[in-house]
């Protein structure tokens, strides 16, 4: 541990006032594999003469809590930069029909107490290398580096953490979660009895019990190995039921035998580590390893992602910048149709895996499992699978019998429909009822969502001298647009619907995980204009109080926007991944059905009910906010936005507009004070995506 006078936190100065010493270029919490390997590509590439890193670890790192294995081609870097502690590798897979070879693959192996040791060895020789076995408590992202509260208080420029996020913990404490859970034991027999070049990493051979579970030998002599029972399930493997079925496993096979070591642990298999990943802030934190994402969920391997995580991270940290570990969109949906499958029907898992590993060269698998292959590639893997459970589990992606029925896109479906029905008996009180939703919708979330740009803006989440500059800079952007639509009302509205689209865009595909720059302004374009297309006739007495009736078009000519925007919306959404295409599909109900109502209604619906809604929710899952919180945090700025509604709705008042005919001039005013607001959330995107990737700027401990 390292004795410092402690210093408190509880004031931002104290963070200037730091002692030298306890000032940092690079924190790393957690020293696991995935920390090891980014100290090993700092190494290697040169990045750490002259640099203060300190490392936190509890744990002293001299045991042997795990071991690693992953393939690769003998001349990849990774198997170059480790082969001082690869202990061994082979070159065969046992399948269905025998063993086969790998190459041009070799399956290496790692002990993860050789790598400790080895890494740590190589740190001794930097005097800036800090090693404190305190648990970090906290840790607070501010505008100059990150402050770290653990024995003392320290700062860093940039801070990797290993632990998961609250969220992540959370989903792994949701029920029913999938796990890949194991119990192996390290053998030695008497006589040669192991093929020390075959490994087999699934032996179905054993009794499923309505499980999926198997055996995973790797010998590493012909007198010694690691047998390792494996199950898929939400029921983890216990020690005395994996004895039951160890012992006699290996008695059949190999005889008598002693036990060296037992291995004993559990993987999540789970896609929420990867969906509720700490996003970079600023590329200040960073997550690195199972935080990260590193780990596939269908097969618990991260070995090798983490090792390029580390290398990327070595690479991009001098130059301001810090990669995240990505995944193909298809590769996600593979995974969750297999997961889904897993969880609902566990004994399909034998004759699936059974299949591709006895139709499947070796390499093509473990090229297709490192998510390489191109998509031609992976027609043959795919139809060598059993097609019925992978229907089913495609059926129930789409709709899946186990989330909530009741989500809040169905509840402005319902709203939707209901006002459809009102619609149809009292034609004129829809209107009114419209206008009415709109205006509650304004009060919550529509106008407290922009309200909390100053949360996205200022560390400090509070009203002091550093917030003024903000609402000057935020009151000049309203003063811009509001003058440009005094000077060119054409372009003011160009101008308005742009970013509009761009915002509406962004939102949905961050919300859809799916986000890239050209589909997202598609969407955001296809929406506004199927919206406005489908109420044109509406639309023209807006351009009329404009004094724009000169762009007013002939009906042959307006037929097709609202055809044009449909087709943006459908091009779009072919970006879409595929886990997200049915929330998708719902947001085209609400704009379809929007199509039949006034433009109001249709604006309100999709404004408020979908956009406010989960621009509200990003940033409360992002900050780890209450509601109550966040209301709280946003009243000063709603109340300003009130308060310039008032005085705006009292001018047109005063220039003879009335309840009625001021909704156009009204959508001048949110022209405006939208301006900034989209500028602000776009940087908070920037910052934090992907979407839902939720953290906290001050991160709590986990685990």
Avoid at 70 to 80: L, N, R
Avoid at 282 to 311: C, E, L, S, W
Avoid at 576 to 600: C, D, N, Q, S, Y
């Amino acid at each position: 541990m390292i004795h410092r006078s402690p210093l408190p936190l509880d004031r931002e100065e104290n963070l200037r006032l730091l002692n030298s010493d306890l000032s940092y270029d690079y924190a790393l919490i957690g020293a696991g594999g995935a920390g090891m390997l980014w100290l090993l590509a700092m190494h290697e590439q040169a990045q750490l003469h002259g640099k203060q890193v300190i490392i936190f670890e509890p744990d002293s790192k001299t045991a042997n809590d795990r071991t690693w294995c992953f393939w690769a081609k003998p001349d990849d870097p990774i198997v170059q930069s480790l082969s001082s502690v690869i202990d061994n590798s082979w070159s065969h897979m046992q399948t269905p029909h025998g063993p086969r070879q790998l190459d041009p693959y070799r399956y290496y192996h790692i002990r993860s107490a050789t790598l400790y040791a080895w890494v740590k060895e190589i740190m001794a020789h930097y005097p800036g290398i800090t090693w404190c076995n305190s648990p970090v408590q906290e840790v607070a992202v501010n505008e100059d580096g990150c402050s770290i509260t653990s024995d003392q208080a320290y700062t860093a420029a940039v801070v990797l953490d290993s632990r998961l996020n609250a969220e992540q913990k959370a989903a792994l404490q949701d029920a029913p979660l999938l796990w890949q859970s194991f119990v192996g034991y390290r053998i030695q027999i008497d006589k040669a009895g192991f093929d020390s070049e075959t490994i087999d990493l699934m032996d179905f051979s054993i009794p499923q019990d309505e499980q999926c579970q198997f055996m995973y030998v790797l010998p590493y002599s012909e007198e010694e190995a690691l047998v390792e029972m494996t199950r898929f399930g939400e029921e983890v493997l216990s020690e005395p039921e994996a004895a039951d079925v160890l012992e006699p496993y290996i008695q059949e096979r190999w005889g008598d035998f002693y036990r060296l070591e037992k291995e004993v642990g559990r993987i999540p298999m789970t896609l929420s580590l990867q969906e509720n990943r700490t996003s970079n802030m600023d590329n200040r934190y960073i997550p690195i390893g199972t935080a990260a994402g590193a780990v596939k969920p269908t097969t618990g391997y991260a070995f090798h992602t983490m090792y390029d995580h580390g290398q990327a991270l070595a690479k991009a940290l001098p130059k301001g910048e810090a990669p995240t570990i990505t995944k193909r969109s298809r590769s996600t949906f593979y995974d969750s149709l297999l997961l889904d499958i897993l969880q609902r029907q566990p004994a399909k898992g034998k004759p699936i895996f059974d299949a591709l590993f006895s139709r499947i060269a070796p390499k093509r698998v473990m090229r297709f499992l490192q998510e390489k292959t191109p998509f031609l590639q992976e027609l043959p893997i795919l139809a060598s699978l059993p097609p019925k459970p992978f229907l089913q589990a495609l059926g129930s992606h789409w709709w899946p019998k186990t989330s909530p029925v009741w989500q809040p896109v169905h509840a402005v479906i319902v709203l939707a429909v209901l006002l459809l029905l009102v619609q149809a008996w009292l034609p004129s009180a829809v209107v009114v009822i419209s206008q009415l939703l709109l205006a509650l919708g304004l009060l919550f979330p529509g106008i407290p969502h922009g309200a909390m740009d100053h949360v996205l803006t200022l560390p400090d989440h509070r009203i002091t001298r550093k917030t003024w500059p903000f609402i000057a800079k935020y009151i000049g952007i309203m003063g811009l647009v509001m003058g440009l639509w005094m000077l060119s009302p054409a372009l003011g509205l160009l101008l308005f619907i742009g970013y509009s689209a761009w915002h509406f865009g962004e939102t949905d595909f961050r919300e859809w995980r799916s986000f890239q720059g050209v589909p997202a302004l598609l969407h955001g374009l296809g929406l506004l204009l199927f919206m406005l297309g489908t109420h044109w006739s509406t639309f023209v007495p807006y351009l009329q109080a404009y004094g724009l009736s000169a762009y007013s078009l002939p009906a042959s000519t307006t037929d097709g926007i609202p055809v044009l925007g449909a087709q943006f919306l459908l091009i779009a959404g072919t970006f879409i991944a595929p886990e997200k295409r049915m929330a998708w599909a719902k947001t085209m109900v609400v704009l379809l059905l929007g199509a039949f109502l006034p433009l109001l209604a249709a604006f309100g619906l999709y404004f408020i009910g979908l956009h406010s809604s989960n621009g509200w929710r990003h940033i409360k899952q992002e900050h780890g906010f209450s509601t109550r919180k966040m209301i709280r945090l946003a009243f000063p700025f709603t109340a300003l936005s009130f308060v310039g509604m008032a005085l705006f709705a009292g001018i047109m008042y005063a220039l003879g507009y009335t309840w009625s005919t001021g909704w156009p001039v009204f959508f001048v005013f949110l022209a405006a004070i939208s301006a900034p607001h989209i500028w602000y959330m776009h940087r908070f995107y920037q910052q934090t995506a992907p979407v839902s990737a939720v953290t906290s700027p001050v991160l709590k401990k986990v685990g």
